[in-house]
């Protein structure tokens, strides 16, 4: 038996998010379809965590157990010939059996984009959430400083979650201004869900001066949904990366 692990890139738009749903397209889904015709197997991945519709990845990360003997030089490749346009397989790696994605994941980092320019960036648009009225940007970076640290974060869940706690550290949260573009990232041990998306919904509402950079405090401590800003579109939101190690 082998454990195999690969990073892969996906464009959100058409899928019905990452994990196997009863209607719809899925990532999860067209994964294991080509893996069931190469390896002739019924082939079950399991991800670093799942992703909503709409939402991109630039580094998800997923594992399976395999009999096949495909070398493991050869899988991406053999995996790309028969994915859509819309799914690459950055690389392939065999790891030991106890390897699990999702549990031994350390760190992830998510960006959400957005385009603040008065009309949209033809190139691109389907990547970056459209935003014409200009915003504040330095008082939504100021902002993120009081998202760093180890929190409760119900306030930025949604009222869906079933997770038994909301507790998550957060290491860094940047924001960076390119042009008309602004990327907000975010980099943690978890985020719980659409915890991303809240974050960014309220960030818009302090950038159109709405509420006030120190108000993330008092929604953080307060612990209820409605303390928090909308929940901003998937459209701009990508998993860019999970790491492994400390």
Partial sequence: MRNICMKVSYD????????????????????????????????????SGRTD??????????H??????????????????????????????????DFHARHLAKRKTYRYSIDNGKFPDLFGRQYRLHVPVPLHSDKMRQALSYIVGTHD?????????VKP??????????????????????TGNGFTYNMVRIIVGTLLKIGHGKRNPEDIVAILEGCERSLAGPTALPI??????????D
């Fill in 236 to 245: 701009g939101l990508m998993l860019k990366d999970v790491c492994y190690t």
């Fill in 153 to 161: 974060f119900t306030s930025f869940t949604s009222t869906r979650s």
């Fill in 12 to 47: 959100g738009s058409d899928f019905n998010g990452f994990q196997n749903q009863p209607k719809g397209r899925t990532v999860q889904g067209e994964i294991e379809r080509v893996l069931n015709i190469l390896t002739r197997e019924e082939i079950d991945i399991h991800a």
């Fill in 165 to 186: 706690h909301h507790v998550r550290t957060i290491y860094e949260a940047k924001l960076m201004v390119d042009g008309p573009f602004i990327h907000i990232e975010l």
């Fill in 64 to 97: 399976f157990l395999t009999e096949s003997q495909i070398p493991i030089e050869r899988f991406a490749i053999a995996m790309n010939t028969k994915l859509p346009d819309d799914i690459i397989i950055l690389e392939a790696k065999e790891m030991p059996l």
């Fill in 53 to 62: 519709a709409g939402v991109h990845a630039r580094g998800q990360v997923f």
